[in-house]
Each structure stands twice: as C-alpha cells, then as structure tokens.
C-alpha cells in the first residue's frame, strides 16, 4: 500500500512514518507548510510547521530512509483556518482552529492530493483508534485518554476514514518516546506544540486586535447592570472566562466574576457568578456523521465540548439538520462556536457546530 505520512516534525508523526515503514508500506513523508511563524532572538520560530519543524522531519525521512517533501499549504490555511478564525471570533464564537485546519486541509486538501497522485492513504500522528464495524470504518477514542485526540477529529467523514491511518491510538506517550529514543530519532524529546500554530506566542487576544483593531465598551455585572469596567474589543472574551477581566473591584459577596455573555452588536461584555454558566441543553448545526446520521429519535449518548473536556451522559437526535443535545449532567462554560461531538462508547458518531444553549432560568 502507498501511504502518505503527514510529517509535523515531532515525535508523534515520526514514530508513525517508521510504523508505517516496518509495516512493508510504500512511504512518502510530507510536511506542511501552513503558517509563517516569526524568528525570535534565538534564531528560532515558535509554534509548529516551522523551518525547524521541516527540518527535524527531513532528518527522520532520511533516518528512515523515505522521500521527503514539503507541502506549501499555507494560502489554504490562512483562507480555510484563519480567516474562519477571526471572522468567528468577530462574531463572538469561540472556534477550535486545530477541528478546522483537521477538517478542510488535512484530511481534505492534503488526502485530497494524495488520493490524486496515487497513494492509498493518509497516516498521521493524531492518537485516535479506526477500527473497521459492520457498516464501514469507525472513529474511537485512543488507548491514551490523556493524549486522545478523537474529539478534533469528530469532523472526519466515512470516505476520509478509509484513506486514514493512526498507528498510535493503541499506546501510551511514554511507550512512543521510548520507541523513538530506541530508534535513535533526534525528535524523541521534543516538546510537545501547545499553542495555536499561527499564534505561537499565546496571545490570542493581542493577534485578534491586530487584526479586528480597538472595539471599545463596557463590561458590565450581570446581577446589579452596573458598569465595571471598559474593554478593548469582545473578540477579547469567551464565555467560561476568568482571567485577564481587569476589572478592579470584587463582587459584593468576594466571589469570582466570569464571562458569562458577550454582546456583539452593543459590545457588552456580561460577568457574573459560575452558576450563570451552567448549559442544560444544546444546539448543533452543520452536523457531520462519522459513520450515519443520527435520525430523530432522541438516543442516549456522551458529549464532549472541548478537545479535554469531561464527557456526559446526554440525548441527542437530529431536527431540520441541527442536532438537538440534552445535557442529562450540565456542562459549565460552553461558548457557541465550539463543537460539540458525540460518542456512543469510545466510538465518535459525529459532532455539530455550537448555535445555541440553554441555560437555568
């Protein structure tokens, strides 16, 4: 079998291309170029898909003895991936840039291309289990839950579960490391990438700003209507938010304040107790099935709203192509804009785009 290995230059994706090699396929690595990322004093980049990162991938390729190329992607990217997340923050939704980029550039322009140049399927470093089921391939969860990364993949499709493999959802992190350093890979230590590629200092809000520029307005105590403070911009706020409130004075009871609403159109930015957070309930629109749809009997299922989020015990069942969630246990802090994805067990049934919630009364 021809097989493309999409090639980060971290340790995940290398141990993958060298399963892939002792498994007898046809291997060709491949690193994507999807983001310029700014050189810091130390003569490095920060974030991934770097000039470092092309480089450490090519010195695997060779290791293992493979051809190696570099993909420029990075005008897809910016439209499908960037672009899409910034509009959505100016909407104020909270999007998850790494479902988007796994949704339209790898496992869609890249599989894409590969399935056009003859190759039989697309490998990653993603921790995520296919296994074949009675109706075609289905998406599970990884062995490791710390490291199971099914939730960003809830977007894929059957066709693309096909042409996909992840020969790291059976282990741990720890067992890949060692089989790297037993491979003698130069990646086995590298640090894990945390932050948003194309946004590798962490400042989400300051990249936002650049973008979006200065939207003023008030911040306002959702229990009194008092005015507490002045922002710079909403896109600087997502629902669940704590930190960086700056706002000088404490609630009349000492208790924490969080963001608990954020107004587009008169750029008012709601605080309050925790309490105020809590989603009972859910919409979903622009639904992907990982195997059927789902259909408008209500079934019980999990859900999960955030990449390491805790999944409940829910039921869920089509309307009008949305997906309509009852949360049986509420989840505190859900933003629109977030996916929410379902699982029946390990196994992922699909996910949805976040509409609407309902909170208590």
Known sequence: MRVLVAMSGGVDSSVAAARMVDAGHEVVGVHLALSRNKTYGDGRQRGCCTLDDARDARRVADKLGIPFYVWDMAEEFAEAVIDDFVEEYRLGHTPNPCLRCNESIKFTAVLDRALAMDFDAVATGHY???VQGSAGP????????????SYVLGVLQPRQLS????????????VIRAEAEARGLLVAQKPDSHDICFIPDGDTAAYLRRQLGSLPGDIVDAESGEVLAQHDGTYAFTIGQR???????PAANGAPRYV???EIGTRRVTVGPPELLDVYALEGIKPIWTTSPLGDTPIELLAQVRAHGVPVPARAHE????????????IRGIALGQAVVLY???RVV???TIASTTRAA
């Open 128 to 130: 995520a289990q296919i």
């Open 138 to 149: 289905e998406l599970h969860r990884a062995v490791d839950p710390e490291k199971d990364q």
């Open 163 to 174: 042409h996909s493999i992840f020969p790291l959802g059976a282990d741990t992190k720890d």
């Open 243 to 249: 930190r960086g409130l700056q706002i000088s004075r």
């Open 260 to 262: 608990v609403d954020v």
């Open 319 to 330: 309307l009008d192509e949305r997906v309509m969630v009852e949360l049986l246990v509420p």
């Open 344 to 346: 029946d067990g390990t």
């Open 350 to 352: 699909g996910s949805a």
